[in-house]
């Protein structure tokens, strides 16, 4: 079964491959694929370059809404397993914090990222993450507020 994620990946791959065979930048490019030489060209003095910058910034945009909503989605669906979590924990009498699992959960994310968000970047976004997660189950037992 193909994967959005695969689709995507082969799409870049397609793109990068083009853009060796000599494709321009008046196709649809990932930030990835933009080098310095063709930065260097939304540069220069121009209507021509400032239309195309403004354009390739439009699509670049574009695909960051849609990066969010996906995300978006993700966080959701991440917030509904902790609540479920939370509240086999309270069944059986367990804590909402455990240090221990999200200092596992943050090794394990450092160890699979490659960039080129930082490692402390992603700490920033999984501790405010994981703090959600955790007002969201004491709010789900009564004892926090709602979020």
């Known amino acids: 079964m193909t994967t959005n994620h695969d689709e995507r990946r082969d799409e870049r791959r397609d793109e ?60 959701n669906e991440r917030m509904d397993r902790a609540l479920a979590i939370g509240r086999v924990k309270e069944r059986f009498g367990g804590q909402v914090l455990d240090p221990d699992r999200e200092s596992r959960l943050l090794r394990r994310l450092h160890e699979r990222n490659h960039g080129p968000l930082s490692d402390e970047g992603v700490d920033r976004i999984y501790e405010a993450i994981m703090a959600v997660s955790r007002d969201l189950q004491r709010s789900d037992r009564g004892d926090g507020t709602e979020m």
């Open 16 to 75: 990068r491959s083009a853009e060796r065979r000599g494709g321009g930048l008046d196709r649809d490019v990932s930030p990835r694929d933009l080098t310095p030489r063709d930065e260097a060209s939304f540069r220069k003095d121009g209507p021509l370059d400032q239309v195309a910058f403004q354009e390739k910034l439009s699509r670049l945009r574009a695909e960051i809404d849609g990066l969010d909503g996906q995300i978006l989605a993700l966080l």
